[in-house]
Nanobody
């Protein structure tokens, strides 16, 4: 069993930055692939970024602006978000998968956090 707790969300102006954190319980964190997703009301939850042992993956709309990293010693995955845009406004969720074949598919993830709100507005 893995519990995930996100933090770091908030209100930021366009062009600003935020760093989201996702702290995981359990001693097998390093064996999980981790993903960040986001969701706005009325829309499906969408993939943002993923990280395996060393490889990273991003959806096109955040490439060059967002960076996903992990610290296995701290059981934490991060999402550094720069050059934020109003369209990045969403609830951001982290998720853990014991095996990922399709990073974008929600059903591939075994555990989910409760989400953290990110609002980009002037």
């Amino acid at each position: 069993q893995v519990q995930l707790v996100e933090s770091g969300g908030g209100l930021v102006q366009p062009g600003g930055s935020l760093r989201l954190s996702c702290a995981a319980s359990g001693r097998t964190f390093s064996s999980y692939s981790m993903g960040w997703f986001r969701q706005v009301p009325g829309k499906e939850r969408e993939f943002v970024a993923g990280i395996g042992w060393s490889m990273t993956y991003y959806t096109d709309s955040v490439k060059g602006r967002f960076t996903i990293t992990r610290d296995n010693a701290k059981n934490t995955v991060y999402l550094q978000m720069n050059s934020l845009k109003p369209e990045d406004t969403a609830v951001y969720y982290c998720a853990a998968s014991s095996y990922v074949n399709n990073w974008r598919r929600l059903s591939e993830y075994n555990y989910w956090g409760q989400g953290t709100q990110v609002t980009v507005s002037s």
